[in-house]
């Protein structure tokens, strides 16, 4: 009865290991580096100022005009200001400096 004892649990030992090294092995891959992506894209929109050259979600290119708590407004031409959610900006071309 000893030995059948100690092999179920050798057993079940062999039969939870494959189970957390997929785990180890999905958290590796996939969840810390989509939480990293998720953490350098929440810097990038809150270090957006006033002046900085945008691209929308959808393609849009756009300067800052101003800044609210969740929304952008953004100047597209000379007379179109568009006002978007913070999210809905994809990446932050450059800041445009005074040109004198």
Same mark, same amino acid.
């Given at each position: 009865?000893?030995?059948?004892?100690?092999?179920?649990?050798?057993?079940?030992?062999?039969?939870?290991?494959?189970?957390?090294?997929?785990? %180890?092995?999905?958290?590796?891959?996939?969840?810390?580096?989509?939480?990293? @992506? %998720? @953490?350098?894209?929440? %810097?990038?929109?809150?270090?957006?100022?006033?002046?900085?050259?945008?691209?929308?979600?959808?393609?849009?290119? /756009?300067?800052?005009?101003?800044?609210? #708590?969740?929304?952008?407004?953004? @100047?597209?031409?000379?007379?179109?200001?568009?006002?978007?959610?913070? /999210?809905?900006?994809? %990446?932050?071309?450059?800041?445009?400096? #005074?040109?004198?």
């Amino acid at each position: 009865m000893e030995l059948a004892e100690g092999a179920a649990g050798g057993g079940f030992l062999g039969s939870i290991l494959p189970l957390v090294l997929m785990f %180890a092995i999905f958290y590796f891959l996939l969840i810390r580096p989509q939480q990293k @992506k %998720a @953490k350098q894209r929440n %810097a990038m929109l809150a270090a957006v100022k006033k002046g900085d050259k945008v691209v929308t979600i959808g393609g849009i290119h /756009g300067t800052v005009q101003e800044l609210r #708590e969740d929304t952008v407004v953004l @100047k597209i031409s000379e007379a179109t200001k568009v006002t978007l959610e913070r /999210g809905a900006i994809s %990446a932050v071309s450059n800041s445009d400096e #005074e040109v004198k």
